[in-house]
């Protein structure tokens, strides 16, 4: 007789008398709860964490009045917003104004179904993975696009205008940053991305397609410097404007999963997820342990950028992407692909017996490295041209105009 | 004949879906809610391709009509102002457009679903996980030599030419 554990449920249930199919449905139903409800009990904890990383970083203490170092802040700002009145505002869309909150989180949710805690958990490993996870993702443009048009406030609707600009250009270089691991791993299968990484973390093999992705889903996000949607201080919000309450909440909730997410999906796609060392052995509790570890350091990563870079313009968020972001990522990918056959047909590449070992991956990972160290001083060069050609060229206009008036003066 | 299993089940939920949605497009008389209930068709849609073990559809499905009509609608609602409050549910063309769907409808009846999956059809017998492909099949079709990389080519190349005409006509003209 078997231990009942987490790993054999289903077994277990049956042992004890339960209709094989019945037990497998529980199973199941356990596990969705489990996966889609850990990211909503971890935000709470993470606005926290937010909040008192932002204060930090502004010489202030940040929450500390409710439970132990203001643990408690968010639950009590929970209760608040569960308890304040639900306003619809008049004219407005009900079903679609009532839905729009409900997609934003979704969107997010969605996402955790096929991220692959250790080698064994799972929610399930489609075998397009990734490419599920782009399409679960674009819903919340659609929520974006919802929530503004329901509203009847032509804010709201402006607001979302500008959201959805800035979702769907920044998706461009995010979907082809993320081609590079399903390159590496030939497979779109989250499991078998992680599986490929065993002998190298992709982000050695391709660290500009792993900051492309990063900074990307901080804009898909839409995060500083990429808050424009937000802009707190200027125009107090954009498309949710008419939200309060718990409908507020949601899509506030689900921004700050987001977070969560993109530090998850960075650690799966280029840190090769759960991997690390003893895996093997205590599948369980290090696999998840391995995953976060390397999640948080991205997620911190995300709030120093949030906390310290000041917010860009609107023009210059969009010439970021097509005009840098997207030409930078179509070449990065070219480069790469070209090499990785090159490694191929040199036989530089590990064979698929020692794919896994660490030493084997070297001689490729330094190619693969060196095209892409290739790539970054080439753009870094560029941005250093364009920069100084820009300042030279205001710094003229300004001395025309100096001159100017003082001939007028004369 | 028809079984009533969890399959047939979730068959009709996602086929109420997208007739419904389908509907729900041409009954508005608003032009984005058409859209949004268009969107709701079409996740009936992907929902119909996993049920036909073809995830790799469905995941474009949404990512294509979810996606990108999303941006659709943006447009919709900037560019055709008066559309969106039109006070009639039908046209002049009603009766034409009305005729026309309806041969359409006949001639893919005759034309494509009788003949291939009809009494005496080609496919008629083949249980259905038999022309299940995965999706690295689908992927080798879409560039071997032999199967579809002239059509996908042409495709590639087409949209491409859409791309270059859109940034033509929407460029200034005195630069």
């Known amino acids: 007789m078997d231990v009942c554990s987490i790993n054999n449920i289903a077994r277990c249930l049956v042992n004890s008398g339960f209709d094989p199919a019945l037990a497998q449905f529980i199973t199941i139903l356990l596990g969705v709860v489990v996966v889609a409800s850990f990211p909503l009990v971890v935000v709470i904890f993470l606005i926290w964490v937010e909040r008192k990383f932002a204060a930090r970083i502004q010489d202030r203490i940040g929450p500390n009045r409710v439970g132990p170092y203001g643990l408690l802040q968010t639950v009590a700002d929970a209760i608040k917003l569960i308890a304040k009145e639900d306003i619809t505002p008049a004219g407005a869309d009900r079903l679609v104004y009532n839905a729009a909150p409900i997609m934003a989180v979704m969107s997010v949710l969605l996402i955790w179904a096929v991220i692959p805690f250790s080698p064994i958990h799972v929610g399930v490993d489609l075998e ?19 929530a503004g048009w329901s509203s009847n406030n032509k804010y709201a609707l402006l607001g979302a205008f500008r959201v959805v600009a800035q979702l769907v250009s920044y998706e461009v270089p995010l979907v082809f940053a993320l081609l590079v691991p399903i390159l590496f791993a030939s497979s779109m299968s989250m499991q078998d991305i992680v599986h490929a990484q065993s002998g190298m973390w992709f982000f050695f093999m391709a660290p500009v397609a792993g900051l492309i992705f990063f900074i990307s889903s901080q804009a898909e996000t839409g995060r500083a410097p990429f808050d424009l949607l937000e802009a707190e201080s200027e125009i107090v919000a954009g498309f949710n404007i008419e939200y309060s309450g718990m409908k507020f909440g949601l899509f506030f909730a689900g921004e700050f999963m987001h977070v969560l997410t993109n530090g998850v999906l960075m650690a799966v796609l280029f840190f090769g997820g759960w991997l690390g060392p003893l895996v093997e052995q205590a599948p369980i509790i290090l696999g998840p342990l391995y995953l976060f570890a390397k999640s948080t350091f991205w997620y911190l990563l995300s709030l120093l950028i949030r906390n310290t870079v000041p917010r860009v313009r609107i023009d210059q968020l969009m010439d970021f992407n097509w005009k840098f972001l997207v030409p930078l990522s ?16 040199l036989g530089i590449a590990p064979a698929a017996a020692n794919a896994n070992d660490f030493v084997a991956n070297i001689p490729q990972t330094l190619v693969l490295l060196l095209g892409n160290a290739a790539i970054a001083a080439y753009v870094l060069n560029r941005l250093r041209r364009a920069g100084r050609e820009q300042r030279l060229a205001e710094a003229g206009r300004t001395l025309a105009a100096v001159g100017e008036k003082a001939a007028v003066a004369h | 004949m028809v079984e009533l299993n969890a399959h047939t089940v979730v068959f009709a939920i996602f086929s109420i879906i997208t007739l419904g949605g389908a509907v729900g497009v041409v009954w508005n008389r608003n032009l984005v809610s058409s859209s949004y209930w268009l969107i709701f068709s079409l996740f009936g849609v992907a929902g119909l391709f996993v049920l036909l073990s073809a995830p790799f559809l469905a ?24 559309m969106t409050q039109i006070k ?27 003949p291939v999956w009809g009494p005496s059809g ?12 995965t999706t690295a099949e689908l992927g080798v079709a879409l560039v071997d030599g032999s199967q579809y990389v002239l059509p996908f080519e042409l495709v590639s190349l087409l949209l491409t030419a859409a791309l270059l005409g859109a940034i033509v006509i929407a460029r200034d003209q005195d630069k």
């Open chain 1, 128 to 146: 397009i993975g990734a490419l599920y996870f782009v399409a679960v993702a674009s819903i919340a443009t659609l929520a974006i696009m919802l």
């Open chain 1, 330 to 345: 179509i070449v990065n990918f070219v480069v790469i692909a070209v090499l990785l056959r090159l490694c191929e047909a």
């Open chain 2, 59 to 82: 995941a474009v499905q949404v990512l294509v009509y979810i996606g990108a009509v999303g941006i659709l609608i943006t447009f919709s609602v900037m560019l055709t102002r008066g």
């Open chain 2, 88 to 114: 009639d549910v039908f046209n002049r063309q009603s009766a034409a457009s009305g005729v026309v769907a309806v041969l359409l409808f006949v001639v893919l009846l005759v034309g494509v679903v009788l």
């Open chain 2, 122 to 133: 080609a496919l008629s017998s083949a249980p259905a996980s038999d022309v299940v492909a």
